[in-house]
């Protein structure tokens, strides 16, 4: 069988080996059609009708042994393989523009001839005039032209044109509104058959400007030389400019601070002065039915804070989550088993390290993701929610008794989250309350859905198949939380770790309230959380979420946290930047898993200095991946790490950092409630509060954790002493007393036991004693 996907299977970055590339030609750029056959094919053509010339071209051979499988999640775990199969590419030249090609693949030679049935596309190309783009707020009128601006554009990328409309808007948020940014002539609409599918211009960058933002960002804090895009993604480990929270807006600083927000969740592209290093670059895709399209482009200037404000008036503030969130949290994916949770609990009071929040990933029967696993309940052919008495726990099960165990917990001061996910499992295939679950899901469509009506059916290869509900949908959304609520009204849970909500691919997905897949993907995990949060809110609780995924409109559901790394100082150094961009885009309430959750386990030295960071980050938690319960085990608890590496020094430097934890808290309850006041991220870059010093961006991972702590990580191996830079003011030292007064770089020992911590000299006899912990 010869198949051939002309837009591949969604995937935002790789190319299949059976789709059309690109999936829309330009008018003048030759494309590529890509087919896969079995192996014993051994010649495929491309027949194709243009304008009434027919023309055969011969595919070559790309790879003799592909199989067709899906970037994986989990490490070690099992793959979805597939067939091996061969795979072929032809290039076609480009098809002028208004014409179309017809094209279909056959197998001469073959004792029976395969074909697939023809595929038609026509190209597209960049107009001046198709579009309009709008500035927001309203700019104020200037006496003269603004000017050009930078170098002139060169051909590559081709410089554009278009409609920039200026709308009588009030300004909202900042001082006052930015003037002349867009490049006049940088304006362009790449139009196809259906209409206008993208728009790209560019604003201009003075030399010393520095841009941050674009939501939670692992490569780097000043995105300035850099390519990058938003689109919701779930790249396991190593996320490079991916992220599974993408915002369209960022920070520019320099002589002069703005910001601004592309108002679309379609996905957007970003060439931040890397092609033209006097201009930063933005392309947004449209939607493709609308003739002619209007984005709206805001603009701020102002304080750090007051574009971040405006931003977040616009998008959703955050809330203010409750103070618990700031005790030690701890968290192992192994384990599975009420036994094995409340073991770890009680050597957390033996070892005299405080915890105040617990999260159980592997507490459900990974089916209905709603029913403790070993659980006994009757089947509800309906999909009907259950209540707290319709299960039997057995006494000799993995969970014989939640409710105690959740009573049990409370009566420590600990609360409880429990893990989710926004699927509903297909493999292998659900029986019991499971098929029934997704027999309601498909006859109600409650799941989001194809283009030609058929349930989406998750195209990556964790949870694979697995249907995806509806939160768009009023009616899917009740159903799906009602399956839950029991844990929340009658368990007493405390909230839940959203993971996922990164599964939606394609442009082809359809959504209850209308939006198309191009439109409604990135927007999935922020209905998702909303969605746990009003489950919450309905049952009086004040509790949280705890995503990994998001896009704009986020900020407004608090907790998140920095996905998957492995336990390298690469990856350390990664999740600094991850939660200072983070903030910086008003995902103010972020952790990450201290020194990483997964491979093998960090030295006793990464995870101490990864520990002390955690320590003066909004949220401290350690957490470890699935490993099979292989020995020696990968938990990263404090006295596995212990044990493992032998170093007598990691328990009693972990309980040190976990008590000043519980010492901060004051603060860091003080400095929440000021951080969701004034829109600067508890935990925030430099430039929220130095923006006009250069220095700072040569101290990308130093950072303040509310208005008068300077935190400075220790991110390299074998390091004995630190050099610190300290803005201007007066510091003392948390650990030695001393005073400094800056602008200044001064240099310190830097014990496993410390981290570099400054104080705000007149907030010093407050917050020391604070911090004041006896030596380990």
Same mark, same amino acid.
């Given at each position: 069988?010869i198949?051939?996907?002309?837009?591949?299977?969604?995937?935002?970055?790789?190319?299949?080996?059976?789709?059309?590339?690109p999936?829309i030609p330009?008018?003048?750029?030759?494309?590529?059609?890509?087919?896969?056959?079995?192996?014993d094919?051994?010649e495929?053509?491309?027949?194709l009708?243009?304008?009434?010339?027919?023309?055969?071209?011969?595919?070559?051979?790309?790879?003799?042994?592909?199989?067709?499988?899906?970037?994986?999640?989990?490490?070690?775990s099992?793959?979805?393989?597939?067939?091996?199969r061969?795979?072929?590419?032809?290039?076609i030249?480009?098809?002028?523009?208004?014409?179309?090609?017809?094209?279909?693949?056959?197998?001469?030679?073959k004792?029976?001839s395969?074909?697939?049935?023809?595929f038609?596309?026509r190209?597209?190309r960049?107009?001046?005039?198709r579009?309009?783009?709008?500035?927001?707020p309203?700019p104020?009128?200037?006496?003269?032209p603004?000017?050009q601006g930078?170098?002139e554009?060169?051909a590559?990328?081709p410089p554009?044109?278009?409609?920039?409309?200026? =709308?009588?808007?009030?300004?909202?948020?900042?001082?006052?509104?930015?003037?002349?940014?867009?490049?006049?002539g940088?304006?362009?609409?790449?139009v196809?058959?259906?209409?206008?599918?993208r728009?790209?211009?560019?604003?201009?960058?003075?030399?010393?400007?520095?841009?941050?933002?674009?939501?939670?960002r692992?490569?780097?804090?000043?995105?300035?030389?850099?390519?990058?895009?938003?689109?919701?993604?779930?790249?396991?480990?190593?996320q490079?400019?991916?992220?599974?929270?993408?915002?369209?807006?960022?920070?520019?600083?320099?002589?002069?601070?703005?910001?601004?927000?592309v108002?679309?969740?379609?996905?957007?592209?970003?060439?931040?002065?890397?092609?033209?290093?006097?201009?930063l670059?933005?392309?947004?895709?449209?939607?493709?039915s609308?003739?002619?399209?209007?984005l709206n482009?805001?603009?701020?200037?102002?304080?750090?804070?007051?574009?971040?404000?405006?931003?977040?008036?616009?998008?959703g503030r955050?809330?203010l989550?409750?103070?618990?969130?700031?005790h030690?949290?701890?968290?192992?994916?192994?384990?599975?088993?009420?036994a094995?949770?409340?073991?770890?609990?009680?050597?957390?009071?033996?070892?005299?390290?405080?915890?105040?929040?617990?999260?159980?990933?592997?507490w459900?029967?990974?089916?209905?993701?709603a029913a403790?696993?070993?659980?006994?309940?009757?089947?509800?052919?309906?999909?009907?929610?259950?209540?707290l008495?319709d299960?039997?726990?057995?006494?000799?099960?993995?969970?014989?008794?939640?409710?105690?165990?959740?009573?049990?917990?409370?009566?420590r001061?600990?609360?409880?989250?429990?893990?989710?996910?926004?699927?509903?499992?297909?493999?292998?295939?659900?029986?019991?309350?499971?098929a029934?679950d997704?027999?309601?899901?498909?006859?109600?469509?409650?799941?989001v859905?194809?283009?030609?009506?058929?349930?989406?059916?998750?195209?990556g290869?964790?949870?694979?198949g697995?249907?995806?509900?509806?939160?768009?949908s009023?009616?899917?959304?009740?159903?799906?939380?009602?399956?839950?609520?029991y844990?929340?009204?009658?368990?007493?849970?405390?909230?839940?770790?959203?993971?996922?909500?990164?599964?939606?691919w394609?442009?082809?997905?359809?959504y209850?309230?209308?939006?198309?897949?191009?439109?409604?993907?990135?927007?999935?995990p922020?209905?998702? =959380?909303?969605?746990?949060?009003?489950?919450?809110?309905?049952?009086?609780?004040?509790?949280?979420?705890?995503?990994?995924?998001?896009?704009?409109?986020?900020?407004?559901?608090?907790?998140h946290?920095?996905?998957?790394?492995?336990?390298?100082?690469?990856?350390?150094?990664?999740?600094?930047?991850?939660?200072?961009?983070?903030?910086?885009s008003?995902?103010?309430f972020w952790?990450?898993?201290?020194?990483?959750?997964?491979?093998?386990?960090?030295?006793?030295?990464?995870?101490?200095?990864a520990?002390?960071?955690?320590?003066?980050c909004?949220?401290?938690q350690?957490?470890?991946?699935?490993n099979?319960h292989r020995?020696?085990?990968?938990d990263?608890?404090?006295?596995?790490?212990?044990?493992?590496?032998?170093?007598?020094?990691?328990?009693?430097?972990?309980r040190?950092?976990?008590?000043?934890?519980?010492?901060?808290?004051?603060?860091?309850?003080?400095?929440?409630a000021?951080?969701?006041?004034?829109?600067k991220?508890?935990?925030r870059?430099?430039?929220?509060?130095?923006?006009?010093?250069?220095?700072?961006?040569?101290?990308?991972?130093?950072?303040?954790l509310?208005?008068?702590?300077?935190?400075?990580?220790?991110?390299?191996?074998?390091?004995?002493?630190?050099?610190?830079?300290?803005?201007?003011?007066?510091?003392?030292?948390?650990?030695?007393?001393?005073?400094?007064?800056?602008?200044?770089?001064?240099?310190?020992?830097t014990?496993?036991?410390?981290?570099?911590?400054y104080?705000?000299?007149?907030?010093?006899?407050?917050?020391?004693?604070?911090?004041?912990?006896p030596?380990?």
């Amino acid at each position: 069988m010869i198949r051939h996907r002309p837009f591949g299977l969604g995937h935002p970055y790789r190319l299949e080996p059976d789709q059309r590339v690109p999936p829309i030609p330009i008018e003048g750029e030759p494309f590529e059609v890509r087919a896969t056959t079995g192996n014993d094919v051994a010649e495929l053509r491309v027949e194709l009708h243009l304008d009434g010339r027919h023309a055969v071209v011969k595919a070559r051979p790309h790879s003799t042994d592909v199989e067709l499988r899906s970037d994986g999640h989990l490490a070690e775990s099992p793959r979805r393989g597939g067939r091996s199969r061969r795979s072929w590419i032809a290039r076609i030249d480009p098809i002028p523009f208004g014409s179309r090609l017809r094209y279909r693949f056959t197998t001469p030679g073959k004792a029976e001839s395969e074909q697939t049935r023809w595929f038609s596309v026509r190209s597209a190309r960049w107009e001046t005039d198709r579009g309009r783009l709008v500035q927001l707020p309203n700019p104020a009128p200037h006496p003269d032209p603004p000017p050009q601006g930078g170098r002139e554009v060169p051909a590559d990328p081709p410089p554009q044109g278009g409609r920039e409309i200026l =709308a009588d808007r009030p300004p909202r948020g900042g001082r006052e509104i930015v003037r002349d940014r867009l490049i006049p002539g940088s304006v362009g609409w790449l139009v196809a058959d259906a209409g206008p599918m993208r728009v790209r211009f560019a604003l201009r960058l003075e030399p010393d400007e520095h841009v941050v933002g674009f939501g939670e960002r692992f490569n780097a804090l000043d995105q300035r030389g850099h390519q990058l895009d938003a689109v919701v993604y779930e790249q396991y480990k190593g996320q490079g400019t991916r992220t599974y929270l993408p915002m369209p807006f960022a920070i520019v600083t320099g002589r002069t601070t703005w910001g601004f927000h592309v108002e679309t969740s379609r996905r957007t592209w970003f060439d931040v002065g890397k092609t033209n290093a006097d201009r930063l670059w933005i392309e947004a895709a449209l939607d493709p039915s609308e003739s002619d399209p209007t984005l709206n482009l805001w603009l701020w200037e102002g304080a750090p804070s007051e574009v971040l404000s405006a931003f977040l008036e616009r998008t959703g503030r955050p809330r203010l989550p409750p103070s618990w969130i700031f005790h030690p949290w701890m968290s192992g994916n192994e384990w599975n088993t009420q036994a094995r949770v409340m073991d770890e609990v009680e050597r957390s009071r033996l070892e005299r390290i405080p915890v105040g929040v617990v999260v159980i990933e592997a507490w459900s029967d990974e089916s209905t993701f709603a029913a403790f696993r070993d659980a006994q309940y009757p089947v509800h052919t309906d999909g009907s929610p259950h209540r707290l008495t319709d299960f039997g726990f057995p006494s000799d099960g993995a969970w014989p008794d939640p409710p105690g165990m959740v009573d049990e917990l409370h009566s420590r001061g600990i609360k409880l989250l429990l893990w989710q996910i926004p699927l509903q499992k297909a493999r292998p295939t659900p029986g019991s309350q499971a098929a029934y679950d997704q027999k309601v899901m498909v006859t109600h469509g409650y799941a989001v859905r194809q283009a030609n009506g058929r349930p989406y059916r998750n195209r990556g290869w964790w949870f694979a198949g697995a249907l995806m509900p509806d939160f768009t949908s009023a009616q899917a959304r009740d159903w799906w939380l009602a399956k839950r609520r029991y844990l929340v009204d009658e368990l007493g849970i405390d909230g839940f770790k959203t993971d996922g909500g990164d599964h939606a691919w394609g442009d082809d997905l359809r959504y209850a309230d209308g939006s198309r897949g191009d439109a409604g993907n990135n927007r999935y995990p922020v209905a998702y =959380a909303a969605a746990y949060h009003e489950l919450l809110a309905s049952s009086g609780r004040n509790g949280i979420t705890f995503s990994r995924a998001g896009f704009t409109g986020s900020a407004a559901y608090p907790c998140h946290w920095a996905g998957d790394e492995d336990s390298t100082w690469e990856a350390f150094r990664a999740s600094i930047t991850a939660g200072l961009t983070a903030g910086a885009s008003g995902i103010f309430f972020w952790g990450w898993d201290l020194a990483g959750f997964s491979g093998e386990i960090p030295s006793a030295e990464l995870y101490l200095r990864a520990a002390a960071m955690a320590c003066f980050c909004p949220i401290m938690q350690y957490h470890s991946e699935f490993n099979h319960h292989r020995e020696p085990s990968r938990d990263r608890t404090p006295w596995n790490i212990a044990a493992r590496t032998g170093d007598p020094r990691v328990l009693p430097i972990y309980r040190r950092f976990a008590e000043l934890r519980e010492g901060l808290l004051p603060y860091l309850i003080e400095q929440a409630a000021l951080s969701v006041k004034t829109s600067k991220p508890l935990m925030r870059a430099l430039f929220f509060e130095a923006p006009d010093d250069p220095e700072i961006w040569n101290w990308p991972y130093e950072y303040f954790l509310g208005d008068d702590l300077l935190v400075a990580p220790v991110t390299e191996p074998s390091v004995e002493s630190s050099r610190i830079y300290l803005p201007q003011g007066e510091w003392i030292d948390v650990w030695n007393r001393e005073t400094h007064l800056g602008p200044v770089v001064v240099e310190r020992r830097t014990p496993l036991e410390e981290i570099p911590v400054y104080i705000r000299a007149v907030r010093g006899a407050d917050l020391l004693p604070l911090i004041s912990m006896p030596k380990p």
